[in-house]
Nanobody
Framework: QVQLVESGGGLVQAGGSLRLSCAAS????????MGWYRQAPGKPRDLVAI???????IYADSVKGRFTISRDIAKKSVYLQMNSLKPEDTGDYYC?????????WGQGTQVTVSP
């Protein structure tokens, strides 16, 4: 089994910053792609950022230049530094990893950005 645990969400004013963390544990033999998805109320879960197995970041257009994804292979962790937050960044942020099956997701952490 694999466990992913997110932390770092909270309430912040527009223009502020938050840093999300996700630690993976369990039957993980190699550090595969990991990333963050966001689900706003009443909307589907959408990609925010992924870091590939090779360490290359991929971002949604809406967060480019504001968010930075990084990882610590030794700690089996991935991070999301979110700057210049906007109210539309509000949602539940989920950490996931390849192969993205049901057991490869965390429980989510809530981010609320007030105007």
């Amino acid at each position: 089994q694999v466990q992913l645990v997110e932390s770092g969400g909270g309430l912040v004013q527009a223009g502020g910053s938050l840093r999300l963390s996700c630690a993976a544990s369990g039957r993980i033999f190699t550090m595969d792609a990991m990333g963050w998805y966001r689900q706003a109320p009443g909307k589907p879960r959408d990609l925010v950022a992924i870091i590939t197995r090779g360490g290359n970041p991929i971002y949604a257009d809406s967060v480019k230049g504001r968010f930075t994804i990084s990882r610590d292979i030794a700690k089996k962790s991935v991070y999301l530094q979110m700057n210049s937050l906007k109210p539309e960044d509000t949602g539940d942020y989920y950490c996931g990893m390849a192969p993205w099956g049901p057991e490869y997701w965390g429980q989510g952490t809530q981010v609320t950005v007030s105007p």
